[in-house]
């Protein structure tokens, strides 16, 4: 009977820890999806803050095509981290993209440095007081 016991738990090990792995990558494609449907939301607005509003369907267009990038961008990053997973390891492959894009939230300074059409000059990064044109 001893036996047995220390022969099942093993399996009940490996079947946590594959539950908790499938609630990971649940919350983090629904946060990646949610993600998506902010950015279709508010592409209105995006298009006439981020992109030249001489003329608005073109802003909007671009807008789209930012957004379709991120759908051709997924699965060529799931290819390409996937293999570098498969050949160099899970850490590896959680660690490049983060290294990438930075693992901390973008804090009120990075936003000061987006620049947007609005503002004065392409590179105009600094205080929110800018002068609109």
Same mark, same amino acid.
């Given at each position: 009977m001893?036996?047995a016991?220390?022969l099942?738990?093993?399996?009940?090990?490996?079947?946590?820890?594959?539950?908790?792995?499938?609630?990971?990558?649940a919350?983090?494609?629904? +946060?990646e999806?949610?993600?998506?449907?902010?950015?279709?939301y508010?592409a209105?607005l995006?298009?006439?803050k981020f992109?030249?509003n001489?003329?608005?369907?073109a802003?909007?267009?671009?807008?789209?095509?930012?957004y379709?990038?991120g759908f051709l961008a @997924?699965p060529?990053?799931?290819i390409?981290?996937?293999r570098?997973?498969?050949?160099?390891?899970r850490?590896?492959?959680?660690?490049?993209?983060?290294?990438?894009?930075?693992?901390?939230p973008?804090?009120?300074?990075?936003?000061n +440095?987006i620049s947007s059409c609005? @503002?004065?000059?392409p590179c105009?990064?600094?205080?929110?007081?800018?002068? @609109?044109?």
């Open positions: 001893v036996e016991s220390v099942a738990a093993p399996s009940a090990h490996l079947a946590d820890n594959s539950r908790k792995a499938i609630w990971a990558a919350i983090g494609n629904l +946060l999806w949610y993600d998506f449907g902010v950015y279709a508010l209105g995006i298009a006439t992109f030249p001489s003329d608005p369907t802003s909007l267009l671009a807008a789209f095509a930012a379709g990038v @997924r060529l990053g799931g390409v981290i996937g570098l997973g498969d050949t160099k390891g850490k590896t492959a959680l660690v490049l993209p983060q290294g990438g894009c930075g693992s901390a973008p804090s009120p300074f990075q936003f +440095l609005v @503002r004065e000059g105009s990064f600094g205080s929110t007081d800018a002068p @609109r044109s």
